[in-house]
């Protein structure tokens, strides 16, 4: 993975970002307290406002970087978890590479992994991690596939993921102190997770 591309993909979730204000919006509106717009707004800014910072860092030291200020200027739950994401992904590229698509899709697996340890959650507590664990496990599956197959099975998945969480009683994070009342309302953090997923599948596929 190169650097000007991690750099093209944080424009891509910036704009799509910003493309999703009022759904965004709504959705943490109405299970969670309305900031998750905001807090994810602030974080693809500022990683598009790093840009001439990490221009000339390998692909590894980027994700670090980018983990570590997420971390540091994202508010809600989302910041800390989007932050070891990137700083779990840094550390396996870092390790065993990330030049072709089975280390990237491995790297991504750890990102999700992290979530997974640092939220305590896993599929099925209405989450991000219901976009993010299956989405990760195809991307595992498939990263050898051919492209365009590979992002249509990527976005598919997180598709499903998303709608699965309408159903579902949150177990984790602020949605579960409503309880049966968080029925019939698709997760926020599921929800900007599909959006960063296609962007930048249709990244990749063109
Ligand atoms: P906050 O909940 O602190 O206001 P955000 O609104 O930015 O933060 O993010 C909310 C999203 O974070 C939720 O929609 C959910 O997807 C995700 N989330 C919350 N808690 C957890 C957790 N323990 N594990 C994984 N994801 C979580
Ligand atoms: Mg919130």
């Known amino acids: 993975m190169q650097t000007s591309f991690i750099l ?4 891509a979730i910036n704009h799509a970002i910003l493309s999703s204000e009022s759904v965004l919006e709504s959705l943490d509106r109405e ?20 840009r001439d910072e990490l221009a000339s860092l390998p692909a590894d030291a980027t994700l670090q970087k980018i983990g570590m200020k ?10 800390v978890l989007m932050g070891s994401f990137f700083m ?4 396996t590229i870092k390790d065993n590479g990330g030049n072709d ?5 491995a790297a991504f697996h750890s990102g999700v992994v992290a979530i997974q340890a640092r939220g305590k959650a896993n599929v099925g507590e209405k ?8 989405v990760a496990k195809v991307f595992v599956e498939q990263a050898n596939a051919e492209r365009e197959a590979l992002s249509q099975a990527l ?3 997180a598709e499903r993921g998303v709608l699965a969480t309408r159903d579902m009683i ?8 409503l309880g049966e009342r968080a029925i019939g309302h698709i997760d926020p953090g599921a929800k900007s997770c599909q959006i960063m997923i296609n962007a930048v599948c249709d990244l990749v596929s063109g």
Request: aromatic share 4%; net charge positive.
């Open 88 to 91: 779990a992904m840094a550390k």
């Open 101 to 105: 698509m089975t280390a990237i899709a």
């Open 155 to 157: 976005k598919q998945e």
């Open 31 to 50: 299970i969670g307290d309305g900031d998750h717009f905001i807090n994810m707004k602030r974080g693809a800014a500022t990683i598009v406002a790093m």
């Open 127 to 134: 989450t991000m991690l219901d976009v993010l664990i299956p």
């Open 170 to 177: 949150a177990t984790k994070g602020r949605a579960a102190f």
């Open 70 to 79: 997420l971390l540091s200027t994202v508010g809600g739950a989302s910041g």
């Open 8 to 11: 093209q993909a944080a424009e």
